[in-house]
T-cell receptor, first 113, second 115 residues
Framework: GESVGLHLPTLSVQEGDNSIINCAYS??????FIWYKQESGKGPQFIID?????DKRQGQRVTVLLNKTVKHLSLQIAATQPGDSAVYFCAENYGGSQGNLIFGKGTKLSVKP | DGGITQSPKYLFRKEGQNVTLSCEQN?????MYWYRQDPGQGLRLIYY???????QKGDIAEGYSVSREKKESFPLTVTSAQKNPTAFYLC??????????????FGEGSRLTVL
């Protein structure tokens, strides 16, 4: 999700539940998308990516869904664990220099034990 | 271990002073980037470099300068012209054009506070 002002959207889930984090991207020409996880005070870490010729990609406990019609990206985390608590960013690349990504504002995931 | 090293992790600066943040990578990546992160905000691109001795301005380059004299190093100078320099600064690298991936590899960040 996108945030307004200084407050990040927050998703609070119970340990063991599935989490779904949403992201609306801006450019219909974007052809590559990445999800990053950022723990407090640390740099972002790569989670999973997807190209625009796909609508779904699965990793270990994570699935990314891409809906190009409505320019929407989601990250699903199965069996959410306390270690998943972090801020999650989506990023899009619309054909500029490889690695020149446009980042969303992030969603804070809190996992309750 | 291969990775990106940023230093210092925390830095305090008085108003009017320039400060340089270090970023070193041993991943043999061609491209390097500097981002700024403010509370509750996404990452904003300051400068990037696709190759040694070349760099381009990002979205918020004013008040910052960089150099890329070596492939491994991409230092960022926050000058006194930067009006609101207090932020978390992130350095990243990527394999570069033609690698088939746009993934960025990030350092652990440097937190700059202006007193």
């Amino acid at each position: 999700g996108e945030s307004v002002g200084l407050h990040l959207p927050t998703l609070s889930v119970q340990e063991g539940d599935n989490s779904i984090i949403n992201c609306a991207y801006s450019n219909s020409a974007s052809d590559y998308f990445i999800w990053y996880k950022q723990e407090s005070g640390k740099g972002p870490q790569f989670i999973i990516d997807i190209r625009s010729n796909m609508d779904k990609r699965q990793g270990q406990r994570v699935t990314v869904l891409l809906n190009k019609t409505v320019k929407h990206l989601s990250l699903q985390i199965a069996a959410t664990q306390p270690g998943d608590s972090a801020v999650y960013f989506c990023a899009e690349n619309y054909g500029g220099s490889q690695g020149n990504l446009i980042f969303g504002k992030g969603t804070k995931l809190s996992v309750k034990p | 271990d291969g990775g990106i090293t940023q230093s210092p992790k925390y830095l305090f600066r008085k108003e009017g002073q320039n400060v340089t943040l270090s970023c070193e990578q041993n991943l043999n990546h061609d491209a390097m980037y500097w981002y700024r992160q403010d509370p509750g905000q996404g990452l904003r691109l300051i400068y990037y470099s696709q190759i040694v001795n070349d760099f381009q301005k990002g979205d918020i380059a004013e008040g910052y300068s960089v150099s890329r004299e070596k492939k491994e190093s991409f230092p960022l100078t926050v000058t006194s012209a930067q009006k609101n320099p207090t932020a978390f600064y992130l350095c990243a690298s990527s394999p570069g054009e033609g690698s088939g991936t746009g993934e960025l590899f990030f350092g652990e960040g440097s937190r700059l506070t202006v007193l």
